[in-house]
């Protein structure tokens, strides 16, 4: 999807769920004026806002980036997943597949150094299971800090602010599933 697309279809979910631009502006923690330049497509957002409006807005990432066409059933080849690539730090975050409703998989690829996040907490009873391919990561979930390395595995707490730090000297390869509480 290009930068005009996802502004459209950031601006469209907005006004369905009655959010001002200064509301999603606030909540997701980014200036009003860059905002309407992500909405206009003269910006593309960062993965931490473009995480961040997705969970304002209730959607899954994938179906912010990609519209009504991320929930149809499809087969993903392992070549063409669906990617954001964060331009200030190199994070690369591809949606593997969305097995269930509220269920999502997720490969990082963080370069050496780099840190994705930090995210917004997303909906309360929310959790994220890491399992780390490559490389060595750490991992800040509220107040809990962990050190992870290759073929290590571990389950956070998604409800609280968070983000990863690649504390290798090479890239870091993640694969997340992020399983959220099914709505009352």
Request: charged fraction near 20%.
């Amino acid at each position: 999807m290009n930068k005009q697309s996802l502004g459209g279809q950031i601006r469209l979910r907005r006004q369905q769920v009655g959010l001002s631009l200064d509301d999603l502006a606030g909540r997701v923690g980014v200036s009003r004026a860059t905002l309407s330049k992500i909405e206009r497509g003269e910006r593309s957002p960062t993965l931490t806002a473009a995480v961040a409006i997705a969970d304002t807005l209730g959607i899954p990432l994938p179906v912010l980036l990609e519209g009504d066409a991320a929930a149809r059933p499809e087969i993903m080849i392992d070549t063409d997943p669906r990617s954001f690539v964060d331009e200030d730090s190199g994070v690369c975050r591809q949606t593997l597949f969305q097995p269930a409703d509220r269920v999502e998989v997720v490969r990082y690829l963080i370069p050496a150094g780099a840190t994705a996040g930090p995210f917004h907490p997303h909906s309360a009873g929310t959790r994220e299971l890491f399992v780390v391919v490559d490389g060595q990561i750490e991992i800040r979930a509220g107040q809990h800090t962990l050190h992870l390395a290759t073929g290590q595995v571990a389950a956070t707490p998604g409800d609280v602010a968070h983000h990863l730090i690649n504390t290798g000297t090479s890239s870091a390869h993640i694969v997340l599933t992020l399983i959220q509480p099914v709505a009352d």
